[in-house]
């Protein structure tokens, strides 16, 4: 099975809270982070596990099919990877109208977004069955090889809305505080799928179809698992289950700017690649190296990053509901459904039916806790966070970087050229940490537009410096007339000179005041 989902996983969502941190810093707040942070970790760190066990399976098949398989795998991961925001976006609604009490007007959020996953699934999975054989060719396979990516890509496509709503549901979760759902979906999918695969290609004798039909399969149980307890919620709350015209134009309108946000990334790892590929096959390989020693490294990062998306949206929501207790007047709050950052910047209104805030809220310390100092706090310790894990992270691959490549290749010279660049990658680590939680923070936030233009802003100066490293404009020491050399250039044109923008753009933002509104 290829995996899809993003988000960590806390208590179930048809259970309020139950209680309070009680401490809006020190142990009572890292406990918080850490009990958001951990089983969102291990749904990352399965990931590539699964896709590691879905390889050996199809690998039996032959050489043809583990190539279709490589092939297909990376196209499906990119398409359904765009929709990412479904996640993200669903997260930071309903967090924040979590945290404001207003726990009908989270649910409704939530359903709205499955409702639209469904709608793009739809879309997605209809193009991509119809153009899998011009896709595969356009990424330059021809023969089996081609007939063997397109059967999987056909064979999986009507999974493509299981795996949407996965995204949805996972951030409905998250934005209700349940970090242990998900991550038990996720594990009883990965044994369905290794059942499935051994079904379909082994007994039935489909093929590589048989592993792509699998993934549909497991991702759609998934998705209805996943749902179940946000049906639940929604259905005791009173919320309606139908589908909104209003609600999924909120919820596309609260998405789009995560959507730019996200291609601008998307656009950076190509460009990198793409200027490995200029310097050569042994640049190349040994980037693909030290590109996989970074990602996998990243995930605690990111998991760090899910919990303050979470922690964020539901401080943000008590800060909603305490400046709408405190009008006499009345505040005119942003229509049902639609979130933070959505079209209107207003805050949600308490509701009649909505719930106490302290039915939802996680962070403060106690009923009178101000919860903009709780905010300033949870900023401080997950940057804390992930500076210190960066660190951390950068210090063992620093110190392993001898070694490490060679668990990745047999050729010296693969390892030898990969070292210094990993180096580069290992410094760069701690300011990699803050660029991960100044991204959750603003996420958490629903600053999508201001995260838009962030992520366009950092390509002005990177993409150049692509081409002047394919190019060999640089001092004669580290020139491309060294493969080593030239790969060095990259790294850090890539850790710090992009990462480096992007922790001035979202950074500077995050000190600022106009996230949180």
Do not use: K
């Not at 999974?159 to 038990?184: E, N, Q, S």
């Amino acid at each position: 099975m290829t995996r899809f989902t993003t988000a960590p996983t806390a208590r179930p969502a048809d259970q309020p809270s139950g209680r309070q941190s009680g401490e809006s810093t020190g142990p009572g707040l890292d406990r918080q982070i850490l009990s958001l942070a951990a089983p969102a970790l291990g749904s990352l760190v399965a990931e590539p596990l699964f896709v590691l066990i879905d390889s050996a399976m199809v690998g039996h098949l032959g050489a043809t099919s583990l190539a279709g398989l490589s092939l297909a795998s990376t196209v499906l991961t990119t398409v359904v990877g765009l929709f990412v925001f479904l996640a993200y976006a669903t997260t930071a609604t309903t967090a924040r109208l979590f945290g404001a009490g207003d726990r009908r007007g989270g649910l409704r959020a939530g359903i709205d977004g499955a409702w639209l996953a469904v709608l793009l699934g739809l879309g997605a999975a209809a193009v991509l069955a119809a153009g899998a054989p011009w896709v595969v060719a356009a990424m330059g396979a021809d023969g089996d090889v081609a007939g063997a990516a397109s059967a999987y890509l056909r064979a999986s496509a009507p999974g493509i809305p299981g795996m949407l709503v996965v995204y949805a549901a996972t951030g409905t979760l998250r934005g209700l505080l349940d970090t242990r759902t998900p991550f038990v979906v996720a594990s009883a999918g990965a044994v369905l799928n290794v059942g499935l695969n051994a079904v379909l290609l082994y007994g039935v004798g489909m093929g590589i179809a048989g592993s792509g039909l699998g993934t549909a399969i497991t991702q759609s149980v998934m998705a209805v698992a996943l749902m179940t307890p946000v049906v639940r919620a929604a259905r005791g709350s009173g919320v309606g289950l139908a589908p909104r015209r209003r609600g999924l134009r909120a919820s596309l309108g609260a998405g789009t700017p995560l959507l730019v946000r996200t291609l601008s990334l998307r656009a950076a790892i190509l460009a990198t690649v793409w200027a490995a590929t200029s310097l050569g096959e042994l640049p190349l390989a040994a980037h693909q190296v030290v590109s996989s020693l970074w990602s996998f490294s990243s995930f605690a990062l990111d998991a760090l990053a899910i919990a303050a998306q979470a922690l964020v949206g539901t401080a943000l929501g008590q800060v909603d509901a305490r400046r709408a207790a405190s009008d006499d007047d009345g505040i005119p709050g942003r229509p049902d459904g639609a979130g933070p950052g959505g079209a209107e910047g207003a805050v949600p209104r308490r509701r009649p039916d909505a719930l106490p805030a302290s039915d939802g809220a996680v962070v403060g310390s106690g009923a009178g806790a101000d919860p903009r100092r709780a905010l300033d706090a949870v900023l401080r310790r997950c940057l804390a966070w992930g500076v210190a894990v960066g660190g951390i992270i950068g210090s063992v691959l620093a110190v392993a970087s001898p070694w490490l490549p060679r668990a990745f290749t047999s050729e010296v010279s693969v390892a030898t050229t990969a070292t210094p660049a990993l180096l580069v990658a290992a410094s760069a680590m701690p300011l990699a940490g803050a660029v991960y939680l100044f991204d959750g923070v603003l996420t958490g936030a629903g600053d999508g537009r201001y995260l838009a233009g962030a992520g366009l802003v950092t390509l002005v100066p990177y993409l150049p410096l692509t081409v002047v490293v394919t190019r060999g404009w640089l001092p004669l020491t580290f020139s491309t007339a060294s493969p080593t050399g030239g790969l060095v250039w990259l790294w850090v044109a890539f850790a710090w000179v992009f990462m480096g923008m992007r922790a001035l753009t979202t950074g500077l933002r995050a000190r600022g005041g106009a996230w949180r509104r």
